[in-house]
C-alpha cells in the first residue's frame, strides 16, 4: 500500500475511534511531514483523499478539520462521549452557569491585556498576587461584604486548597485541633489530615454548626472552619448568635475561625447575614473566597485575607507556597472588578439562578422529591428514605452527577440526602426531562 494511502487509514481509525473529534484541527502537511519522517506531498496526498471521502474539510488559511458530520463508530464511545467535550453531567456540582459568562467581554479584556504587555510582565509573578488584583478585592470586599482590609492582607492563592495549605504553613502546628462542619466540605479534610491535625466533626442544624457543642467536646481547638453565609451541604445560615459565639472562644482561646465565603453572592430571598469577618473586632478570622463559583472554576483563583499581624506570617510562608496564578490572568480578573462587569454579572447571574432553581424544583417535587427549601446557593439538597449511597449509584449509571449526602458525613447520623446543581439547567422543559430521568433511575 502507498504510504499516503497507509496515513489516511491512520487517520480514518482514529476518527472512527473517537480518537480525532468531529470538528478538530489536523496539524498542517508540513507539521504532520515532520513528524512522520515523509515528504509533504505525501500528507497532502492523505489529506486530499480523505477530503474527497467526506472525512475532512479544508477551511483556506484555518486549515484541515474532521469533517463535524462524521460521527464515531468505536466501540469504546460512551454515554458521556455523546456530550462536546468538557461539557458537564448535568446535576454536577461545583459549577456556574457556564452559559450565562460574558466570555466575549472576558476576551476583550484578556486581548487588551495581551497588546499592553512588557518585557517586564514575563518575569516571575509577585509571591503573593497581582498587586492590581489585591486592591481589587479589598475595593469590592469592603462595599459588598462591609470588610475593611489593605491589599497587603490579601493572598491569591491557585484555589481554596492552596490557600488552606498556606493557612497550615503559617499558623497550624502538628495535633492541633480544628473544628469542621458535620456534615461538611468533604473535600478539604485530606489538607488538614496531612498536616497532622485532629479533626474535630461539629454536627449541622437549622441555625448552622452548633457551638456549644463545640465547645463541650474540644473547647481547646486552635482552629475552626465553617462556611456561614450558605452552610456547604445542607444550605443553611449560622445565626448571628452562634457567630457572636465563635467569636468570643476564638478570642479566649486565642484561636483562628476560617471563613470560606464560598458562594455567599447568590441568595435570593431575605437579607443576608454580615460575614463573620467583618464581625471581627478580635482579629482571630481568617477570611477565603474564590472565583470558581462566581465567574467559572477553571480560573483556579482564591484569596485569604488576614489579619494585619499575621501578614509577615503569611509573606515568609508564600515565598515557599507561591502563587502560582498566571499574571494575565490576573491581571484580567482586576479589569474584570475594576470596570464593573462582575457587579452586571452577579447581578445577571442572581436572576438566572433564581430562575433555573425554580424550574428544577418544581420538576423533583411533580416527580413526588422531596427538596429541601434555601434561601441561596447554587445547590439544593433532596430529602430521600433508605441508602442514599446506593440510589446515587444508579443516577450516576445513568449518566447524572449527583452526590450522596452520607459522603459528606464524618460523624453525624441523620436523614439521606442527594446533592445536586441547578445552575447549567438551561430551560423548564431540561428540568422536567432530567427529573425524570432521575426518577426513573432510582425508583
Not at 346 to 364: F, G, P, T
Not at 396 to 407: F, N, P, T
Amino acid at each position: 500500500m502507498p504510504r499516503y494511502q497507509q496515513i489516511a487509514r491512520q487517520l480514518k481509525q482514529a476518527i472512527g475511534d473517537g480518537e480525532l473529534l468531529p470538528g478538530s484541527r489536523l496539524p498542517s502537511s508540513r507539521t504532520m511531514a515532520l513528524e512522520l519522517g515523509v515528504a509533504r506531498a505525501t500528507v497532502e496526498n492523505a489529506y486530499g483523499e480523505l477530503v474527497s471521502q467526506g472525512w475532512l474539510e479544508r477551511r483556506g488559511q484555518a486549515g484541515t478539520f474532521v469533517s463535524p458530520s462524521v460521527t464515531a463508530s468505536g466501540s469504546s464511545q460512551n454515554m458521556a462521549s455523546s456530550q462536546p467535550q468538557g461539557a458537564p453531567l448535568p446535576f454536577q456540582m461545583g459549577l456556574p452557569a457556564l452559559d450565562a459568562f460574558p466570555r466575549a467581554i472576558w476576551a476583550r479584556l484578556m486581548g487588551r491585556r495581551l497588546r499592553l504587555q512588557t518585557r517586564y510582565d514575563l518575569v516571575m509573578p509577585e509571591f503573593s498576587g497581582e498587586s492590581t488584583l489585591r486592591q481589587a478585592i479589598a475595593d469590592y470586599l469592603r462595599f459588598s461584604r462591609s470588610i475593611e482590609c489593605q491589599p497587603e492582607q490579601i493572598f491569591i492563592t491557585a484555589g481554596f486548597q492552596a490557600a488552606m495549605r498556606l493557612v497550615v504553613r503559617a499558623l497550624a502546628r502538628p495535633g492541633d485541633g480544628i473544628w469542621l462542619e458535620d456534615p461538611g466540605y468533604r473535600y478539604i479534610r485530606p489538607v488538614f489530615a496531612d498536616a497532622q491535625m485532629a479533626l474535630h466533626p461539629v454536627p449541622v442544624d437549622d441555625d448552622g454548626m452548633q457551638i456549644s457543642h463545640a465547645l463541650e467536646h474540644y473547647p481547646h481547638a486552635r482552629f475552626a472552619l465553617l462556611t456561614p453565609a450558605h452552610q456547604s451541604p445542607l444550605g443553611v445560615a449560622l445565626s448571628l448568635a452562634r457567630r457572636h459565639q465563635l467569636l468570643d472562644w476564638a478570642a479566649s482561646q486565642q484561636s483562628w475561625v476560617i471563613e470560606d465565603d464560598y458562594d455567599s453572592e447568590f441568595r435570593y430571598h431575605g437579607k443576608p447575614l454580615p460575614p463573620i469577618k467583618s464581625l471581627d473586632g478580635p482579629e482571630r478570622v481568617l477570611y477565603a473566597g474564590t472565583f470558581s463559583k462566581s465567574m467559572f472554576p477553571a480560573l483556579r483563583v482564591a484569596w485569604l485575607v488576614v489579619p494585619q499581624a499575621q501578614i509577615p506570617a503569611f509573606s515568609q510562608q508564600a515565598r515557599f507556597l507561591p502563587c502560582t496564578v498566571p499574571s494575565l490572568i490576573q491581571q484580567t480578573i482586576a479589569d474584570f472588578l475594576r470596570e464593573g462587569h462582575f457587579w452586571r454579572h452577579l447581578k445577571k447571574m442572581r436572576q438566572c439562578y433564581s430562575e433555573r432553581r425554580v424550574w428544577l424544583e418544581e420538576a423533583l417535587q411533580n416527580e413526588g422529591f422531596d427538596v429541601v427549601p434555601q434561601a441561596g446557593g447554587i445547590q439544593l439538597v433532596m430529602r430521600v428514605k433508605g441508602d442514599d449511597r446506593e440510589r446515587v449509584t444508579r443516577a450516576r449509571a445513568a449518566g447524572l452527577a449527583v452526590q450522596a449526602l452520607s459522603d459528606w458525613r464524618m460523624e453525624s447520623k441523620g436523614e439521606g440526602g442527594i446533592l445536586m446543581t441547578f445552575t447549567n439547567v438551561v430551560s423548564a422543559e431540561e428540568a422536567k426531562r432530567l427529573a425524570a430521568l432521575l426518577r426513573k433511575a432510582i425508583a
